[in-house]
């Protein structure tokens, strides 16, 4: 059954109703046909960009088997802090933030008064220092010309000092010969005692058991006179043995301080003779002049002692100047006019921007391979589509972590591991561009060619 653009409704209604399916209309056939010069555009453009892809696919695929790359990396510069030496007041600043600065120019310049006359206070000392070395220098060649007189004169002491000495020694032996025979006759007048009491307890014996038997008629009367008498001597030769031991003992002490007195005679004289000697050798030739030098000497050692002052006085001075050291933006002023600054306090913060390098933390996982001088690109986060050109110059010794105020520990148990990070530092083929500059702190994506 055909179709024609006059169809009625009903007709068409009853086609639906039995389920038919009508041909399309040329209305209808036009709406939804690709012409056939189309499809074959359709088809190259397809094929093209298949090709593309696997093109750009197989670069990629590539550059990412030759290269190494991370986004955890920053611009960095050696910041140069500019510190002040002195605790001073601040009486000019001739700089202020992101202003340019050459190596040696004034960037401020401290109060100067206290150590200006802390400089003059030193050049009077060095003169007064100066003067005494002079005058030591005088005694020298006074010392050599008055010496020779000073020389005889204690010669003579020397002599009279020395025979005190002999005779001293003298008198010292002979006290020593008295000492020891008072003490020998000690001894003996000693040994005598024991003796005499021995003596003495045997007569008294002899005197009772005398008694007694006369006392019985067993002897003759007269045997008590002769036991009394040998008594009463054996008590005299015991009491004079005691007054010997005492007078012996009275001997030896007397020789004993005659002994002692003499010691102190010789300890006198030898002292005298020792002073003697000594004021012959300081006014001999060579000891004399030598002191003289030895004042010189310590004149001339406070002269630079003085020198050395001087020049600490005249740092100090200089210090008053705060002076660029390396050329640089300031980036960062800690400082006002009249502020009071203390030593060692920070003033300003010099950026090298001439001498920037990039710091690139790569995971542990990436680094094998990798070796200064390999060749890297920089993509800078700031300037789109800028590739920058450098080249790696350092790895890192241990890990960012390890460098850390409280190094991780890994406790014995369960941990989680976790992939650490080492720095790689990496320097620009050529100068800080221009057009591109780099600051410190700008993130960047490095890719490191290692094959």
Do not use: C
């Not at 002692?260 to 030739?285: F, I, M, P, R, Y």
């Amino acid at each position: 059954m055909s179709s024609t653009s006059t169809e009625t409704p009903a007709a068409a209604a009853e086609a639906n109703a039995s389920g038919e399916r009508q041909p399309r209309t040329p209305v209808e056939r036009g709406t939804n046909a690709v012409p056939p010069g189309r499809r074959a555009v359709l088809a190259v453009a397809i094929f093209v960009g298949v090709l593309l892809l696997v093109v750009f696919g197989i670069k990629w695929f590539a550059y990412a088997h030759a290269h190494q790359g991370t986004d955890d990396a920053i611009v960095d510069a050696d910041i140069v802090q500019v510190n002040s030496k002195l605790a001073e007041r601040v009486d000019a600043i001739y700089t202020d933030t992101n202003m340019h600065v050459r190596k040696g120019q004034l960037l401020a310049r401290l109060a100067d008064r206290d150590e200006l006359d802390r400089l003059r206070a030193a050049r009077a000392a060095l003169a007064a220092a100066q003067a005494q070395a002079g005058e030591a220098g005088v005694g020298v060649d006074l010392t050599r010309s008055t010496q020779g007189a000073q020389v005889e004169q204690n010669r003579g002491g020397v002599g009279s000092a020395q025979s005190a000495v002999e005779s001293a020694q003298a008198n010292l032996s002979a006290a020593r010969a008295q000492l020891i025979g008072a003490r020998a006759q000690a001894k003996a007048a000693d040994a005598a005692v024991p003796a005499a009491q021995a003596a003495l307890s045997k007569a008294k014996s002899d005197l009772q058991r005398t008694t007694q038997l006369v006392g019985e008629g067993a002897v003759a009367a007269n045997q008590l006179d002769a036991a009394q008498a040998q008594a009463a001597g054996a008590l005299a030769q015991y009491q004079q043995s005691q007054q010997n031991a005492g007078a012996a003992a009275a001997a030896v002490k007397a020789a004993s301080d005659r002994y002692v007195a003499a010691q102190a005679d010789v300890g006198q004289a030898q002292s005298a003779l020792v002073t003697a000697s000594g004021k012959l050798a300081e006014s001999s030739t060579p000891y004399k002049v030598a002191a003289q030098q030895a004042q010189a000497a310590a004149a001339q050692a406070q002269v630079k002692n003085a020198l050395a002052t001087l020049a600490q006085a005249e740092s100090a001075v200089s210090y008053t100047s705060i002076y660029a050291p390396s050329d640089g933006v300031v980036g960062e002023k800690d400082v006002t006019v009249g502020q009071m600054v203390a030593a060692g306090q920070t003033l300003f913060a010099i950026v090298p921007l001439d001498r920037i390098y990039i710091t690139a933390n790569y995971k542990e996982t990436q680094i094998a391979g990798m070796q200064p001088g390999q060749h890297v690109d920089i993509r800078v986060d700031a300037y789109k589509g800028t590739t920058l050109s450098g080249h790696v110059v350092a790895i890192g010794p241990a890990t960012g972590s390890t460098f850390s105020i409280v190094p991780a520990q890994n406790a014995t148990g369960n941990f989680v591991k976790v992939t650490q990070r080492i720095p790689v530092r990496i320097e620009l083929d050529g100068s800080n561009p221009s057009q591109t500059p780099l600051r410190p702190g700008m993130n960047v994506v490095t890719n490191v060619k290692i094959r």
